[in-house]
């Protein structure tokens, strides 16, 4: 079980909160084509978190609630403990007992949404109920899907694409039975929290902007997996649907994230998650916070 210090802060009247699964090193080499001397070229610019001493990437797992005191809004939930057709079967997942020791029982989540349908976002969507069919993991949450995530996703599933390999059990029985919807990828959740279109990376991926008169906040999904992508758009991630679209996402999301001193509430980022990107001669500074 990953013990995490827990990580809040505020935009705003926002408060949010990283909920930790994991934190473990990447295969050598991931994003495509990272080493030592990649780090090594933003070692002033960059926390020592990103990779561990050798140029082997960290990656974490980990979902945000993003709470404005009437709604809690959580977004991604991580891998769960659904077994995925040629995967090692999962280790038992901490993500309800972070989400319990940060102040969130279940019941307590009024949203949930995934920025896109691989199955290391979706997994405590739902578990297994005492005749094992998944049950709704939130059972007072409304679940969001972006409309063409799920049409791009289903397609997948349907080829046996194992990225999708949870969308059977923690996405589908939700829109079955009512308790999900499909929206637009610009979605607005609340007056502070909308979806931002993210494309790239899956066909209908999308990122979550928070937006208050006191910040800004970026939940990044999958738009970058590791942090060093801020630097290099053009590493590719592991599954990367588009990679030429992924790439112009991100170098368009990093102008936006620094134009705005918008917050990066990193989904895969190891460390604190939390940071800001700032414009420095030669290129950029990233600042690690709470
Ligand atoms: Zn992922």
Redesign the pocket.
Do not use: A, E, Q, R
């Given at each position: 079980m990953v013990v995490q210090q827990l990580q809040r802060t505020r935009i705003g009247h926002i408060q949010v909160t990283r909920i930790h699964e994991d934190e473990l090193r990447a295969s050598p080499g991931f994003p495509d084509g990272v080493t030592i001397e990649t780090f090594d070229r933003y070692r002033d610019s960059i926390p020592p978190s990103w990779h561990d001493g050798t140029g082997v990437p960290m990656l974490a797992?980990s979902g945000f609630v993003l709470s404005d005191g009437e709604t809690n809004i959580l977004v991604d939930t991580c891998n769960g403990e659904w077994a995925v057709a040629g995967f090692p079967a999962p280790r038992a997942s901490p993500f309800l007992e972070q989400l319990r020791l940060a102040g969130y029982a279940p019941e307590d989540i009024h949203v949930v949404v995934n920025t896109?349908l691989?199955f290391?976002?979706v997994g405590c969507n739902t578990h297994a109920g005492p005749d094992g069919a998944p049950v709704a993991t939130f059972p007072n949450a409304e679940y969001l899907f972006a409309r063409e995530e799920w049409e791009s996703a289903t397609e997948h599933a349907a080829h046996g694409h194992v990225v999708f390999g949870r969308v059977d059990r923690a996405v589908t029985p939700l829109l079955d039975s009512g308790r999900g919807r499909l929206v637009e990828r610009d979605h607005r959740i609340t007056d502070a929290v909308s979806l931002v279109p993210t494309p790239g990376?899956t066909a209908g991926h999308v990122s979550v902007g928070i937006i208050t008169d006191g910040g800004e906040g970026l939940v990044t999904?999958?738009m970058a997996?590791h942090p060093i992508q801020l630097f290099e758009p053009d590493l590719l991630a592991l599954?990367e649907e588009d990679s030429a679209e992924a790439a112009r996402t991100r170098a368009r999301l990093v102008e936006r994230l620094v134009q705005r001193d918008s917050l990066v509430l990193g989904?895969?980022f190891a460390g604190t998650g939390v940071g800001r990107m700032e414009r420095v001669p030669g290129g950029f500074r990233y600042i690690e916070v709470c």
């Open positions: 797992m896109h691989h290391d976002h990376h999904g999958d997996h599954f989904t895969h």
